[in-house]
């Protein structure tokens, strides 16, 4: 945008929080401002880290604490002349006389400093559910370097054997992958019948499958009610509790890490005046401006605009933190710069999986009221005839009417990354599912095939938009009447042989033309092959003959997936529903 209103040059800018977004800003504007005073308060000891890595660093896969340092203070004020202060908490805020007071945490005293503009990059505090136990010894969130040093100590002191990580979400995920690392016994407790919640429930299924691979044992549906004192029970006494959750045996803890998410720090805030959203973060306008004059916010203690339903949300992620520091130091300056929302766009490494998603889910959508349709694809990351290729399960989701992509999630163990940060690109340009189609993606049969995993989403799409072939989701296949519906497996005798969706009659694709007497006159047929390739040529070519058909979505490894979605009580995983062989 044109600049409007250039402020003076001189300012003087007080930044609180000196991580991701305050750094950036503060980098930002003095770039912009070499005579403006820039201050920097931090609660904590460390400035400018990569909070990211700390599970990493934990399980050392990162294996020194100074790589994890960015900047240490000395090195902003030589390189940026920033008044960094560390140890400093700031307690209070007039905006009217646009003062704030501060607590120097060393010596206990308090001073005043009156700003300009401030930036509030306050963060978030990770939760620790109330109930009976929390203060017990070996319990643990993981947000700062100072809490990474402090599991080191308890690991170094106790030697744990077991630990229950309290939440599957991101932070949860790292956690059980790096401790495992370690050599712990990692049990997994999670409110939620599923891992990762927003990945659709088919997706997290692979999620989960691979956690049991590996030896995680998870316990889902299950909130935890208490902490109870390592008190000998069974011949078992852990180091620091027994984790009672839902219905669950108490599961013994030598070290358990909370990772239940994070509650933006609002203290502040509310006590200014500011606006706090529906969502629980503080209210910010395009330009990240705050209800008060003079007062910006950004990072996890903000609510931001998703850019596909339009609505107000809380996406903490590091990425968006930076451009928002950077965006508001426009602003200050005079620049007039808009930020446009969060997509939400994220990936996880779990094990021999990468794990990535953006924009809506499917509760998403549907909490949205956006009709939709869904295309899963199982394509291999790279040309199937070189060495190694590797099956990608992709999802995506885009609006019925117009094709426009809504959200997507890709899992694998290569080339995950490259294919959802195209995607996300995309839903950022507002391009549709035919658009994928046509996009110009590089070849080569190390990297990918001549039409690419994203492009065949995109031929999907565009059948599906343009009528040549009628979908039904693995998740309708149960409510679907046996009277008006024949299932119907187009794949080859081997694969049937390995395991088939009950209640399927079998005719192999190359079989299909000289069968047709085989499928039953006056029923729809709902056929599936192995990921919904197969099967749509077989759609095609039984529709020309005047059947009714529907096509699986992704297939049986689709079914499979969400017949694997896991659910566990007890600690045992269930069964997932019968498959005949």
Known sequence: MSIKEAKPAHRKLVIVGGVAGGMSAAARARRLSEDSEIIILERSGYVSYANCGLPYYLGREIDSEDKLIVQT????????NLDVRIHSEVIDI????????????????????????LILAVGAAPIRPNVPGIDLPGLFTLRSIDDVQAIESWIQQKQPRNVVVAGAGFIGLEMAEQLFRRGLEVTLIDAADQVLTPLDPEMAGLAQQELLKHGVRLV?????REFRSPS???GISPKSSWVIAGEHAPVSADLVILGLGIRPELKLAKKAGLAVGERGGIRVNEFLQTTSPGIWAVGDAIEVLHPVDK???RIALGGPANRQGRIVADNIFGRRELYNGTLGTAIVRLFDLTVAMTGLNESQAKLAQIPFETIHLHPSHHAGYFPGAERLDMKILFAKKTGEL??????????VDKRIDVLATALKARMTVSDLADLELAYAPPFGSAKDPINLLGMAGRNVLEGLVDQVQSDELPLLNSEEFCLLDVRSKKEREMGFIPGSIHIPLNELRKSLNHIPHG????????????SYYASRFLNQNGFSVKNLSGGYLTWKSRANDIKTAGGAALAPPAVQV
């Open 73 to 80: 203070p000395a090195a902003l004020t030589d390189r940026f």
């Open 94 to 117: 007039d905006p009217q006389s646009r003062s704030i007071t501060i607590k120097n945490l060393t010596t206990s005293q308090t001073y005043q400093e009156t700003y300009d503009d």
């Open 220 to 224: 889902l549906s299950a909130s935890i």
């Open 232 to 234: 000998k029970e069974d």
């Open 311 to 313: 609505q107000f949300t």
């Open 406 to 415: 809504l959200g997507a999630q890709v899992i694998g163990q290569k080339g």
């Open 523 to 534: 029923k729809t047929v709902v056929l599936y092959c192995q990921s919904g390739q197969r």
